[in-house]
């Protein structure tokens, strides 16, 4: 399994949708838990990094800083 490297702002793709309908999410804050925010409704969560590595699916748009 290769190793997914994303960054802050970066938006993801997750592997369940969201009630709302869509399943692309923004990075907003890294640490040891990574919060990311709804690209559909705006609703933000926070997951531990491990779970979050486990769920995401791709990188759909990387942040150019």
């Given at each position: 399994m290769e190793?997914?490297?994303f960054n802050l702002h970066d938006?993801?793709?997750m592997k369940k949708q969201h009630p709302?309908?869509?399943?692309r999410w923004k990075i907003i804050r890294m640490g040891m838990d990574?919060?990311?925010k709804c690209e559909g409704c705006g609703?933000?969560?926070m997951l531990p990094r491990r779970e979050f590595?486990?769920?995401m699916k791709k990188i759909v748009e990387?942040?150019?800083e």
């Open positions: 190793k997914k490297e938006v993801v793709e709302c309908g869509t399943n990574i919060r990311i609703h933000s969560v590595m486990r769920k990387k942040h150019e």
